[in-house]
């Protein structure tokens, strides 16, 4: 019977030809993938990438600095979680409270090597402020009293 294998020569793999003329896996074929210029390990657009903030906070990365492609993602994750605690932080000393955190981290690709990493973050939070001294807000909050009153109701009918 024959061999009944496709050979990898035959169908389009976007992450690379790692296979030899038998169809085995090779562990010593070229490390860049199609169309790359490098491979990852020899990248100096990935060596020389600086990230820095942006925002007008007290925050870390105020400087450019460079930070390693394989712990970008806890290091962006753990400057974000700055703003957020910023935010909790504010709505504390202003009679606040923190409605809403959110916390997304951007990626991007490697134009020189093709590796997929983290590109930078965003921190959204929504501070709701109460004003106790407005008469709109004491109006509100005699409305919600009688709105409210009594709707909690535990009977025991024994």
Known sequence: MSDM????SSYGWPYGN??????????????????????????ETCKRRKYQDGSNEMVSFKAAGHIDPDNAAS???????????????KADTG??????AS?????AVCPECGRT???GGETNTQIRYYNEDNPYQKDLKESDRSKYLGANVDIDAG
Do not use: F, W
Not at 95 to 100: Q, T
């Open 117 to 119: 990493y983290i590109s």
């Open 95 to 100: 009679n606040g409270e923190v409605v809403r």
């Open 5 to 8: 294998r496709i050979p990898a």
């Open 75 to 89: 290091v962006v994750m753990s400057h974000e979680q700055e703003h957020v605690s910023n935010a909790y932080q």
């Open 103 to 107: 916390v997304r981290l951007k990626t």
């Open 18 to 43: 790692n296979y030899d003329s038998n169809g085995d896996y090779s562990q010593t074929s070229d490390p860049r993938g199609i169309g790359q210029k490098s491979s990852p390990a020899e990248c």
